[in-house]
């Protein structure tokens, strides 16, 4: 058992790293006496970097959180990292004599890119992580870099588009490290999992959960939402862009452990209202009124068809062009057109979908450098009305389909 253990193997489109069958440490020890919930903090391998440090920091906030409120009581913490594309750690973080200590269960060796983004090898490292935890139920933070439920051949294309706008030097707006676009190692996206992928191994091995926190960008929209509803009741996430930094985990890390979702949005508001770079938005959705919600979609899309023209009228939350990611809300009231019981309809649905939102008057994108006005926002976005390439896929999610078709 080691204190401040993680400082010491150094500094995640969403990114996940799946266990290996080889590893250099002793099986884990016996199950662990079962308790009430566990926060499992999901931090798969991402390219290093400043993303690494930032996760190392998100997990030292928690366990300042953890030493505010005297401990853990019958609860559990536990930590997936990967400290490099090879190499893992399973830690379980306990509360002794008034501060936190690490105990490194397991470290895997030899991962692969396809150990990181199979369901198969997901599933591997879940159950790991279940039988570390033994709980009732769960709640999961996953930490990495990402881009909402865009395939993987898009994800690709979008690197090597960023890679041609740096280099013609196309932007020139204020440079901010975001949790933007994938394990990009030397631009490679192989170790870009599909959500779809996801939502399996989880309904494989944790069945649901509580909550899914994505400390990651983009994360925040419809279609992803629409295939995570079955394994999940909450979804913590961004809509735009994170910053670097992530979530203030010192301050809204117990509110993990009570499922205080109202707790989690104001302790980003107020963090980030006052942060040197004042860039955020983060939202609640809640998976049991998806149904609804595509219900009264579908009513609309039979009804009304959006207009070229009023596309650029829409409020944008990226830095894509053309834009990938609209907020919802104001998607649907240009969409309806002066249909105002039809808006409203969706409107008020949108209020049960999202019950806790936040965001600070503007958001940053990496991808442009850009710093936007939100004068409209839902809590979630759609990539309906995207004209954009790298979206092309929309009409195969299960969001179109259900809402479409």
């Not at 399973?90 to 008034?98: A, H, P, Q, V």
């Not at 069945?207 to 995570?228: G, K, P, S, V």
Request: negative net charge.
């Amino acid at each position: 058992m080691k204190k401040h253990f993680l400082a010491l193997f150094g500094i995640l489109p969403v990114i996940f790293l799946a266990s290996c069958h080889h590893h250099d440490t002793p099986e884990p020890e016996p199950t662990p006496v079962m308790v009430d919930k566990a926060v499992v903090m999901y931090m798969p391998w991402s390219g290093g970097g400043s993303i690494y440090s930032a996760c190392l920091k998100n997990i030292q906030a928690m366990e300042t959180a953890v030493e505010y409120r005297k401990g853990l009581g019958n609860t559990r913490l536990i930590v997936f990292i990967a400290s490099t594309a090879n190499r893992a750690h399973l830690i379980d973080i306990k509360y002794e004599n008034g501060e936190c200590v690490e105990d490194t269960l397991k470290t895997y060796e030899y991962l692969r890119s396809t150990d990181y983004t199979s369901v198969n090898g997901m599933i591997s490292l879940f159950k790991d992580i279940k039988d570390a935890a033994n709980a009732k139920t769960y709640g999961m933070v996953v930490s990495a870099h990402g881009t909402g439920w865009l395939p993987n051949k898009s994800v690709q294309a979008a690197l090597s588009k960023k890679k041609m706008m740096k280099r013609v030097g196309e932007f020139e707006g204020e440079i901010l490290e975001t949790r933007y676009f994938g394990t990009a190692v030397n631009g490679d996206a192989s170790f870009h999992t599909e959500v779809a992928d996801f939502e399996a191994a989880l309904a494989n091995t944790f069945r649901h959960l509580d909550f899914l926190l994505f400390d990651d960008c983009y994360m925040q929209n419809i279609e992803t939402a629409f295939i995570l509803k079955n394994v999940t009741d909450y979804i913590v996430a961004s809509t735009c862009e994170v910053l670097m930094i992530g979530l203030p985990y010192a301050t809204v890390g117990g509110c993990l452990f009570n499922n205080d979702y109202a707790g989690i949005v104001n302790g980003f508001y107020d963090f980030f209202i006052d942060y040197v770079n004042p860039y955020g938005t983060l939202s609640v959705v809640k998976t049991s009124e998806l149904d609804e919600t595509a219900r009264i979609m579908k009513e609309i899309n039979s009804r009304k068809k959006i207009k070229q023209d009023d596309i650029q009228t829409i409020q944008e939350l990226d830095g894509y062009g053309p834009t990938v990611f609209f907020d919802m809300g104001s998607y649907v009231r240009v969409l309806c057109d002066e249909d105002q019981v039809l808006y409203n309809n969706m409107k008020a649905q949108l209020e049960k979908l999202v019950p806790y939102k936040c965001h600070t008057p503007m958001f940053y994108s990496a991808e442009d450098y850009s710093k936007t006005v939100i004068s409209e926002y839902s809590g979630i976005t759609c990539s309906d009305p995207s004209l954009n390439e790298q979206a092309s896929d929309k009409n195969k999610t299960l969001w179109w389909r259900a809402t479409h078709e």
